[in-house]
């Protein structure tokens, strides 16, 4: 069963820390992997993308990575700002089908002065 | 570059009532999609179109929701009568390329309460 699953469910950082927010699927054969950012209230907004042959991707302070193997995902946040509040959802692609897109959950990060 | 439309931001209603939501989306993007999103959970698909077609309809409950497509455009996805676990955020997403690396660009949603 195609599945994706994120941790923790939520997280509370004080500002200018770092932290690291989990996601695993069983999604397979694999296309690609999308981090979502959503503010309170907002659509949310592509982060960043990982496909099979990349394994680091950053933007800014976040940082994206890949294990195909093991089917993990990881985003790695540094020195957090308040504005980087927000949920995280992390989104597989299967390869095939129409409705190929597999929604995490999310994680609900707050960051506190 | 305009981004996706959604109408309304909030609605209040009372079961048994009904309710439609309306989106536009980029222009140009051909697949348009709607997601319930309910509090603390990731948006769940309801329906996908490609241009004015239906692609995936599977977990839209057909006896009380209904969308459409009209020329392609904008959408507008309904709901008759509303029961009280319809409350949730109707998010409308569309995209310029729908399979491979296709991003999805969201609309803020349209926040259902159901009393």
């Known amino acids: 069963k195609n599945q994706v699953e994120q941790s923790p469910q939520s997280l509370i950082i004080l500002e200018g820390k770092n932290c690291t927010l989990q996601c695993n699927y069983t999604v397979s054969p694999f296309s690609n992997l999308r981090w979502y950012k959503q503010d309170t209230g907002r659509g949310p907004v592509s982060l960043t993308i990982?496909?099979?042959?990349?394994n680091t991707k950053s933007n800014g302070r976040y940082t994206a990575t890949l294990d195909a193997d093991t089917k993990q995902s990881s985003l790695h946040i540094t020195a957090s700002q308040l504005s980087d509040s927000a949920s995280y959802i992390c989104?597989?692609?299967?390869?095939?089908?129409?409705?190929?897109?597999?929604f995490g959950t999310g994680t609900r990060l707050t960051v506190i002065p | 570059e305009a981004g996706v439309a959604q109408s309304p931001r909030y609605k209040i209603i009372e079961k048994r009532q009904s309710v439609a939501f309306w989106c536009n989306p980029i222009?140009?993007?051909?697949?348009l999609y709607w997601y319930q999103q309910i509090l603390g959970q990731g948006p769940k698909l309801l329906i996908q179109?490609?241009?004015?077609?239906?692609?995936?309809d599977s977990q839209l409950p057909k006896d009380r929701f209904s969308a459409e497509r009209l020329k392609g455009v904008d959408s507008t996805l309904k709901i008759q009568p509303a029961k009280l676990e319809d409350s949730a955020v109707y998010l409308c997403a569309s995209s310029l390329i729908p399979q491979n690396t296709g991003e999805l660009f969201f609309g803020e949603g349209s926040r259902l309460t159901v009393l």
């Open positions: 179109f490609q241009n004015n077609g239906v692609v995936d």
């Open positions: 222009s140009g993007h051909a697949t």
């Open positions: 990982m496909t099979f042959s990349e």
């Open positions: 989104v597989v692609r299967h390869q095939t089908g129409a409705n190929n897109l597999f």
